[in-house]
């Protein structure tokens, strides 16, 4: 059975750097989104992201943060410049339509 | 805003030892209450989704259940391979995002 893939599995950067995490959706999926889970917190949305536009974003997804789907599989978050406080799993998910959301297993990010 | 909100947080059980975990929720026009599974360090693992009061789905072990204002997990004879967290949401109105609650840790042992 397909899953949604991430990668990396764990990233380590320097404060104020700029990181890119990725996400392959299963083929049939047309609804994406981000979410965060800072460790022992509650799962939070980021963004949701459908026909190629940002359908919805939380006001964690300010100007540092931006998603993109550049060649039809891949859909990457970006953040420009990373603070203490991003260090969190990061999970992609996915739906064919827009009530099913399949996770990924998440790129833990440690910002030092 | 919508909320969720899990109880117990914590639910140690015996092999064999049914029980059930809660999910109450406030949400302005209820689209999905959805049950997921979470492992240590893994993402969240997709159950169920319920859509309207009086709706019941299983799968094994599991059984979900949803009024006007709460939802419950029923699992019956659970085995230690069913320990895990296990994390509620919920989606309303027109929005797409999901709002978990912080969810039940559930251990089984022998």
């Known amino acids: 059975e397909p899953e949604v893939t991430q990668t990396p599995s764990h990233q380590v950067t320097q404060m104020g750097q700029e990181v890119i995490l990725r996400c392959v959706p299963i083929s049939n999926h047309l609804y994406f989104y981000w979410y965060r889970q800072i460790l022992g917190q509650k799962v939070e949305f980021l963004v949701s992201?459908?026909?190629?536009?940002?359908?919805?974003k939380s006001e964690i997804f300010d100007d540092q943060f931006s998603v993109e789907r550049p060649d039809g599989s891949n859909f990457t978050l970006k953040i420009r410049s990373t603070k203490l406080e991003d260090s969190a799993m990061y999970f992609c998910?996915?739906?064919?339509?827009?009530?099913?959301?399949?996770f990924g297993p998440g790129t833990r990010l440690t910002v030092l | 805003e919508d909320q969720v909100t899990q109880s117990p947080e914590a639910l140690r059980l015996q092999e064999g030892e049914s029980s059930s975990l809660n999910c109450s929720y406030t949400?302005?026009?209820?689209?999905?209450l959805f049950w997921y599974r979470q492992d240590p360090g893994k993402g969240p693992e997709f159950l169920f989704t319920?859509?309207?009061a009086g709706e019941e789905k299983e799968k094994e072990r599991l059984k979900a259940t949803l009024t006007k204002k709460e939802s419950f997990l029923h699992i019956t004879a659970p085995k230690p391979e069913d320990s895990a967290t296990y994390l509620c949401?919920?989606?309303?109105?027109?929005?797409?995002?999901?709002?978990f609650g912080t969810g039940t840790r559930l251990q089984v042992t022998l």
């Open positions: 949401a919920v989606r309303s109105g027109t929005a797409s995002k999901l709002t």
């Open positions: 998910a996915g739906g064919p339509w827009d009530n099913e959301q399949f």
């Open positions: 319920l859509y309207s």
């Open positions: 949400v302005s026009g209820l689209r999905g």
């Open positions: 992201f459908y026909n190629n536009e940002i359908s919805e």
